[in-house]
Protein backbone atom coordinates (compact mmCIF):
# COMPACT_ATOMS: atom_id res chain seq x y z
CA UNK A 1 0.00 0.00 0.00
CA UNK A 2 2.50 2.41 0.83
CA UNK A 3 4.53 1.44 -2.31
CA UNK A 4 1.27 2.56 -4.22
CA UNK A 5 0.99 5.69 -2.30
CA UNK A 6 4.53 6.63 -3.14
CA UNK A 7 3.96 6.10 -6.80
CA UNK A 8 1.44 8.19 -6.67
CA UNK A 9 3.37 11.01 -5.37
CA UNK A 10 6.25 10.52 -7.57
CA UNK A 11 4.17 10.65 -10.65
CA UNK A 12 2.19 13.46 -9.86
CA UNK A 13 5.36 15.68 -9.21
CA UNK A 14 7.07 14.27 -12.69
CA UNK A 15 3.90 14.60 -14.19
CA UNK A 16 3.48 18.17 -12.94
CA UNK A 17 6.64 19.08 -13.91
CA UNK A 18 6.43 17.62 -17.27
CA UNK A 19 3.55 19.80 -17.92
CA UNK A 20 4.83 22.94 -16.90
CA UNK A 21 7.80 22.54 -19.02
CA UNK A 22 5.75 21.81 -22.18
CA UNK A 23 3.17 24.29 -21.23
CA UNK A 24 6.29 27.07 -21.07
CA UNK A 25 7.94 25.54 -24.14
CA UNK A 26 4.73 25.51 -25.92
CA UNK A 27 1.47 27.02 -25.25
CA UNK A 28 3.48 29.95 -23.70
CA UNK A 29 4.65 31.31 -26.88
CA UNK A 30 2.35 30.65 -29.41
CA UNK A 31 -0.69 31.34 -27.53
CA UNK A 32 1.16 34.72 -25.58
CA UNK A 33 -0.67 33.37 -22.43
CA UNK A 34 0.72 33.29 -18.87
CA UNK A 35 3.11 30.63 -17.35
CA UNK A 36 1.31 28.26 -15.29
CA UNK A 37 2.49 26.52 -11.38
CA UNK A 38 3.01 23.22 -10.75
CA UNK A 39 -0.42 23.05 -8.54
CA UNK A 40 -2.13 24.70 -11.77
CA UNK A 41 -0.55 22.41 -14.17
CA UNK A 42 -1.37 19.01 -12.22
CA UNK A 43 -5.07 20.32 -11.78
CA UNK A 44 -5.38 20.54 -15.29
CA UNK A 45 -3.43 17.32 -15.86
CA UNK A 46 -5.88 15.51 -13.60
CA UNK A 47 -8.84 17.21 -15.54
CA UNK A 48 -7.55 15.72 -18.69
CA UNK A 49 -6.85 11.98 -16.58
CA UNK A 50 -10.63 12.47 -15.17
CA UNK A 51 -12.00 13.13 -18.95
CA UNK A 52 -10.12 10.30 -21.12
CA UNK A 53 -10.09 7.69 -18.38
CA UNK A 54 -10.58 4.34 -19.75
CA UNK A 55 -11.05 1.19 -17.80
CA UNK A 56 -8.45 -1.58 -18.30
CA UNK A 57 -8.88 -5.11 -18.19
CA UNK A 58 -7.98 -7.09 -14.77
CA UNK A 59 -4.46 -7.75 -14.42
CA UNK A 60 -4.20 -11.14 -13.68
CA UNK A 61 -0.44 -10.96 -13.22
CA UNK A 62 1.37 -10.95 -9.59
CA UNK A 63 0.84 -7.68 -7.83
CA UNK A 64 5.11 -7.03 -7.92
CA UNK A 65 5.13 -7.53 -11.45
CA UNK A 66 2.15 -4.65 -12.07
CA UNK A 67 3.78 -2.36 -9.53
CA UNK A 68 7.06 -2.86 -11.54
CA UNK A 69 4.60 -2.02 -14.44
CA UNK A 70 3.42 1.13 -13.06
CA UNK A 71 6.55 2.61 -11.88
CA UNK A 72 8.03 1.71 -15.06
CA UNK A 73 5.18 3.61 -17.32
CA UNK A 74 4.77 6.86 -14.37
CA UNK A 75 8.19 7.61 -15.02
CA UNK A 76 9.13 6.79 -18.08
CA UNK A 77 6.29 7.78 -20.28
CA UNK A 78 6.77 11.70 -18.96
CA UNK A 79 10.61 11.60 -19.09
CA UNK A 80 10.72 10.23 -22.70
CA UNK A 81 7.49 12.77 -23.63
CA UNK A 82 10.00 15.94 -22.11
CA UNK A 83 12.66 13.69 -24.24
CA UNK A 84 10.58 14.18 -27.40
CA UNK A 85 9.37 17.42 -26.87
CA UNK A 86 12.61 18.68 -26.19
CA UNK A 87 14.10 17.70 -29.58
CA UNK A 88 11.56 19.19 -31.32
CA UNK A 89 11.86 22.54 -29.25
CA UNK A 90 14.83 22.48 -30.77
CA UNK A 91 13.91 22.55 -34.01
CA UNK A 92 11.43 25.65 -33.60
Known amino acids: MA ?9 NLITGFMFVSLWMWFIVPVFHVQ ?5 QALGIAITIRFLTWVRS ?15 VWAIGHPVLTLIFALIYRMFL
Open 3 to 11: NAILLMIVS
Open 35 to 39: AISVP
Open 57 to 71: EPDSRPFGEQMFDMW
